[in-house]
Nanobody, 124 residues
Framework: VQLQASGGGLVQAGGSLRLTCAASGNIFRINAMGWYRQAPGLQRELVATITSGSSTNYADSVKGRFTISRDNAKNTVYLQMNSLKPEDAAVYYC???????????????????WGQGTLVTVSS
């Protein structure tokens, strides 16, 4: 299983970016998906998560500005980031809890996968 993240880049404060993360490989079903970020010198932190039923959860710092969504048919999760601030600058990582087989699903045994990270830079 691989997660391929894309969409990062340089944007001015107040601007927008859309991150995409596509999962591929031996996938039976995907449980929760999410985005995390890590700024230099800081720990990785949760940005947003979305369940298989599309229930969402956001860090307080991004509520009202970021929107997480998913396309189950494409095994893809998105993060729409609006009104970006310099403090949003970080490497963004996608995460997915994946059942690789029907057997794993029946046993509720999912595995945690991470994408390679995509850099978001916000200029003031």
């Amino acid at each position: 299983v691989q997660l391929q993240a894309s969409g990062g880049g340089l944007v001015q404060a107040g601007g927008s970016l859309r991150l995409t993360c596509a999962a591929s490989g031996n996938i039976f079903r995907i449980n929760a998906m999410g985005w995390y970020r890590q700024a230099p010198g800081l720990q990785r932190e949760l940005v947003a998560t979305i369940t298989s039923g599309s229930s969402t959860n956001y860090a307080d710092s991004v509520k009202g500005r970021f929107t997480i969504s998913r396309d189950n048919a494409k095994n893809t999760v998105y993060l729409q980031m609006n009104s970006l601030k310099p403090e949003d600058a970080a490497v963004y990582y996608c995460n997915a809890e994946i059942y690789s087989s029907f057997g794993d699903y029946m046993r509720q045994k999912d595995n945690d996968y991470w994408g390679q990270g995509t850099l978001v830079t916000v200029s003031s």
